[in-house]
């Protein structure tokens, strides 16, 4: 296996490559099934955003150079749900979904005020414990209704709820 953990740039590099490059990323929405495969619940985390605010997210970050975006998957999965999560990732993942995020939120809907970035979108059922870690605030598990409810809605920002309605939309769940 590649070693990606120095694969990274420097601060000052990443600001410079932000101004200049789509930076790729994955996002992830963590479920639990039942053993039918049906979504139950999605667990949406609470973290302090990009522009300082804080807001209910999806699991989300980089993909390093050199990196598989099963890896990058598993890699982000660990960093804010926990080493016992026990995502169930396919050998090879297919993307829901792709979006772009940029500085101008009128674009697509979709808003990073640091940058212009492509993210392949995931849904992940979980089976084993999850408990909020690194950047994580805190984790909840809500029914899909109550993700899309107008409260929960209020709470996502940058494009994470509509994120959330579409992955419900794709697995023809949303109410």
């Known amino acids: 296996m590649l070693d990606t953990r120095g694969a990274w740039l420097a ?16 996002d992830a929405v963590p479920v639990r099934t039942d053993e039918r495969g049906q979504i139950l619940e999605i667990g949406l985390l609470l973290r302090a955003m990009p522009d300082g605010s804080i807001s209910r997210a999806v699991v989300s970050g980089r993909i390093l150079y050199g990196e598989r975006v099963r890896d990058a998957l598993m890699r982000h999965l660990e960093k804010d749900l926990g080493t016992m999560a026990l995502p169930r990732v396919a050998p090879s993942p297919q993307p829901f979904t792709v979006v772009e995020y940029f500085p101008d ?32 605030l805190d984790l909840v598990w809500v029914t899909p209704e109550e993700a899309v409810s107008p409260v929960f809605q209020a709470e996502m920002s940058g494009g994470q709820g509509r994120l959330v309605r579409m992955a419900l939309a794709h697995c023809g769940l949303l109410p």
């Open 11 to 26: 601060e000052g590099d990443l600001e410079s490559a932000r101004e200049r490059l789509p930076i790729v990323y994955i």
């Open 105 to 136: 939120a009128d674009v697509t809907g979709f808003h990073d005020p640091r940058q212009h970035a492509v993210s392949l979108a995931f849904i992940v059922p979980l089976e084993g414990d999850c408990s909020p870690s690194q950047d994580a």
